[in-house]
């Protein structure tokens, strides 16, 4: 090695070119170390309104233009949040920060028990499917953390969540 160091034939030299950024250090401390690689992660939530259909009692109904539709709805619904697999990890945390951002009465899981008229007309002037259910939020949260050595990540999650309030009716295009 040019530095003086003698190295036996065992043993190991850890060495960078130059201009190559330095490895995060394995859980020891090293001046060279990214301390911000244990920093929690960060999340920026946003929220638009998104409707939930009824999927455990389902109804709809075909409407032309200037045709009208009127359930009587009674009984218990209930909507759950919709995650994708690879965000089961972060769905709590994403839900905590939507509470505080978005909507107080955002939740994973809503139960609506009561009796409510609902109407539609098609005011379009085209047919569309008219499906009973809820109007929730759809999140979409931007996760950001440090990982080694010293590099910004960031991650897109959705999730669709139900709040609080009344039955109504959405419009499938589809």
Same mark, same amino acid.
């Given at each position: ?24 250090? #394995? ?55 919709? *995650? ?58 931007? #996760?950001?953390? *440090? ?21 109504? *009716? ?5």
């Amino acid at each position: 090695m040019n530095d003086g160091r003698v190295v036996g034939a065992d043993d190991t030299v850890t060495f960078t070119f130059e201009g190559e950024k330095p490895k995060a250090a #394995k859980g020891q401390f090293s001046p060279m170390a990214c301390p911000e690689v244990n920093d929690r992660p960060t999340y920026t939530v946003k929220g638009s309104p998104h409707f939930l259909p009824d999927k455990k009692k389902p109804q709809s109904t075909w409407l032309l233009p200037r045709q009208t539709v009127s359930w009587a709805v009674s009984g218990s619904h209930t909507f759950t949040w919709e *995650i994708g697999a690879s965000a089961e990890a972060e769905a709590g945390a994403i839900l905590a920060k939507a509470k505080v951002s978005v909507d107080t009465s955002i939740s994973n899981s809503r139960t609506w028990n009561s009796t409510q008229t609902v109407t539609d007309t098609n005011t379009t002037s085209k047919g569309y499917r008219a499906v009973l259910g809820q109007v929730g939020w759809k999140l979409t949260a931007v #996760k950001t953390w *440090i990982a080694p050595p010293c590099n910004v990540k960031k991650k897109t999650i959705t999730v669709v969540a139900p709040r609080k309030g009344d039955m109504s *009716i959405g419009r499938q295009t589809s």
